[in-house]
Structure formats: C-alpha cells, structure tokens
C-alpha cells in the first residue's frame, strides 16, 4: 500500500553534543541514522507504541533492513534539528519510510529506511503487530478525509 | 572554591534508544558518560553558554579530565531518565561535577566528573572565561542569599 | 572513471565488542557504517595515507556523501568479521566504494559509499591529492596488467 | 584475593578511527571505556573464554559496576593505542581490573574498573564460573612460580 499522499510527517527536535561530532569539527555521518531513528521511535511512542513492550509483549521487534542517505551540509556541536518521518510505503511485514534532518530550514541529510518486523528470538520476517497497523492506516486515512472535499 | 552548600542542582531529562542499549538488553554503562554530558551541555546552555561559540569565540574547550562513575541499577530502551548536575567544586581552571542518572526515583547511575578549561588549539590548561566564572558563582551565591535568612 | 573490472579487493578483518551491539542481541545497523569505515581507512593507509596527516598538510578531508546499505543477517558479540573494500569509480573529487562485511562465507552487509574530497576549513568540494589519484590508479592499473593475457 | 603482584599484564592493540574522536579534533573521552573493554574481552578470550558463548551456555554475564578513569593526554585519529589489562583483585563473584591505554611509550589514559558477574535473565550477582576463576587463578600462579626462586 502506498501511503505517500495521505501521511502527515511527524517531527522530532534533538540537539547536537560532542558525543554526535568527529575530528572534521562536524556531526559524524553515521549518526544520523541514530537521529532518524530517535525520531522513528517518538513517532511509533505518538502512535501509542513503545518498542521494549513490543519485544516483550508480541516477542517482535522491528530491524532495519535497508538504508539510503544523502548527506548535504554539515551540522555542528550545539545545533538543534528537525527530523521528520514520513511514511511511503507499508506492507504486512515492512515499511518504507523517508526521512530529513533539517536546521533552520537548512536540509542537511535525508534518505529511506527500509523496517521489518521479526520474531525477537529468530529473527524471521512476521507480521507487524495487527495494533500498529491498523493506528498507521488510522493516520493515514483520517488525513486523507481531512484532506478530501 | 567548594560550592556544594550553596549549588541548585539542574536536571535534564532524556530518553533511551537502541542506539544506547548493548546485547545485554540494558544501556551500555559507557553511554551514562554521553548521558551526563548532554545533561552538562544543556545547565552550561541555561547559563548562557554554548560549547562551539565558546571554541569559536574565546578558543577554549572544556575537556574531561576524570570521571568515576558507580552503576546501580540497569536502564533500558524507552526509559526516561533525568539526569542531575551539580557543581561541587569549581577552581580557576577546573571543576568538580556530581551527576545522577535517575529513573522514576530510582538511581541508576552517578558519579564525578572534572573537567578542565583547555586551548583548543594545543589543549594546555587555560582559566575558564571570567562570564562564566561569573555565572557560576552568581548561580551559587543567589541560591546562598535565598536560603540564607 | 570506471575502475570496477580492474580493482583489487581490500580486506580488513575486525572483531564484534559489547560496544557494536544493541538490546535486539546483535550488532546494530548504524555500526556496520563504523566497519565500513575502519575499512576504507586500513585500505588508504595500505595506499599509504593516513587521514589525520592529509588534513594536517593538504588542508584536505574525505567525507562521506552517500551511504546506501543492505543488513542481510545479524552479526553477534565475539564474532569475526571480514569488510572488503572495493574502488567502483574514481572521479577527480570523489569515489564510489562497494563495502561488504562477510562472516565465515556469509554476506551480513553490504552497499555502496560515496566520499568527497572537501576543504578541512570550509568543505568545500576540491580535488583528491594527486599522490592519492596516481595511488589508486596505479592499483587498477597493475592488476590490469596482471589480469591481461 | 589480591593478585596484584602475582598478575602479568595482557596487552591489546587498537586504532584510532574517524568514529572514536569528537570535535576537539582528538578521542573523545567516553570511548577509552570502549577501548578497555576491548582489551579486556581479549584477555578474557587468550584465556579461553567468549562473552557471547558464556550468555548462552552460562546464563551468565559480566557487567561493569565501577570505572575510576583519568585522562592524562589526548589521542588523536590514526594512532595506534597499546590497551593493558591487569587483574588487581579477583573475588568470588567481582574483579578490580587496571587498564592503562599508551602510544609510543605516552601513557594517555588509565584506571580501574569494577566488573561483576550477574545472571543474564535478574541481573543478579552469581558466583563467577568455576572454569574462569580457575583460568584466573591459573594465571597468576603459573608466573608466580615463574618469578619464585
């Protein structure tokens, strides 16, 4: 199911500390793919779920299968930025999701994370928990009718 | 100078990631060191201070120069923590930090931390800049006023 | 330039610690980008060049512009890992890297890794070194050679 | 028991990557943890023994309670570090380990950590496995007798 045009983009703040740079004087590359995934949990946290229950509960997890970013502009010790999440795509199994750090209107990183759900103890592809996809079409549907005439 | 009668302490909440968990299942006791210096990072910010403007401006850098930390009790993923700040001693070059890492009234975590004023450009030991000695003190005395009768 | 068919492989082997991994009890994803990287730089300095005097004497950084990875199967604590390195293309300010990390005959991760030569000060794009262009090219060109009837 | 005099000293190397340093252009201080545990799982494995298999085997894993470190000198991207690991006290259920990390004859950093052994499931103390104390106790006295007229 392509969701692309229905979905509202979550956004989430975070700063950037000396644990986040490298010796170039900039955030280490590598570490937005932490920042995204901040901003991936506090969107599954907004939608009502948290990722330990998940393991604990339903014994799935979610693991990221594929990743694709581009890097534009460097951020600094002390910035703090944006970093949206945007659903495209969801299946019974994965998820496509898109994603952007941004400082000041200034984009500075962007890319897709592929996310699959797993059996927490082996690892094999299983559905994502029927609760969270019905909450992900719930937001994508009501947006769509706000969205329709 | 010791400041521990007088010192509020500030308090910086955060939230864990996978990005801080290992594969025991809890946070990774290196990363309450990330943990108390993001909560440093931000009391230096409420009293006016950013780390890369002071690198910029002044050419000085606070740099770590011990830490000894005691880990009570295992954080794990999307616990909220709050994390503690507390001048106990503050020199011309240096001070003496005292760090919490708290979940809901349990303590997880503490420790000292010192930290000296360096030249950024070849690390020897430099005063910290009069503002934020002033700051520091202002902070420490305003507190004794208030709990002085 | 297209130098796929005549390049060498590189490898570097390296170990899982408590450090690469997360709660899910594997590595986490972010770090095989870490891997990739220790790789890249063992194989420059088997060139020889060593990143930190680059940008002490030519003022120059490598940086990374794109990452584009696939997390095929989970590696764990104590596991021993291969990372290849592999040069796709050369341009005169840039490079594609194909980077796989293999585990006893099985392929755990792998993508491709644009890095740009910038300005240490200013990040603006420049021209790779011109000791580390003939480097490269005498590489492909020597196994070229060794490879034609 | 104090095995401080008996105790040889493990060593293990390391390099210094893009990863390991910070803003201030050198290590950032948190990761020579990482570099001690490093070192430390390295010794653990010369004597026979994998974290990993100890989990899932033992139900039993290491966690450290205490790290004392002080940071003497700054390392920077590209050294090679020589990591030491030298057991100070072994107990029943805990060891005070010495670690110390030098390049080319400069010690840069050094201190004590605390390890404990706990169950992997409570995270309660338990009894360090016969075999590792054992290989500990080994150890020590093979080179006190070695060093034993």
Chains 1, 2, 3, 4 share one sequence.
């Not at 659903?87 to 019974?92: A, D, H, N």
């Not at 609760?131 to 009718?145: E, F, G, P, R, V």
Request: include cysteine; charged fraction near 25%; hydrophobic fraction near 45%.
């Amino acid at each position: 199911m392509n969701v692309a045009q229905q979905q509202p983009v979550f956004r989430h703040g975070l700063r950037v500390y000396w644990e986040d740079t490298d010796a170039g004087g900039v955030v280490f590359y590598a570490n937005y793919l932490k920042f995204f995934e901040r901003a991936r949990t506090e969107w599954l946290r907004q939608l009502g779920f948290e990722q330990e229950r998940l393991r604990l509960d339903a014994g799935a997890m979610f693991v990221v299968s594929e990743t694709a970013l581009r890097y534009l502009a460097p951020a600094r010790l002390d910035d703090w930025l944006d970093v949206s999440v945007e659903l495209r795509e969801r299946g019974r199994a994965s998820m496509l999701i898109r994603q952007q750090a941004w400082r000041s209107g200034q984009l500075l990183a962007e890319g897709e994370i592929r996310i699959g759900c797993v059996g927490a103890a082996d690892f094999k592809p299983c559905r994502i928990p029927a609760a969270i996809l019905q909450a992900l079409d719930k937001t994508s549907s009501s947006l769509a009718q706000d969205l329709t005439p």
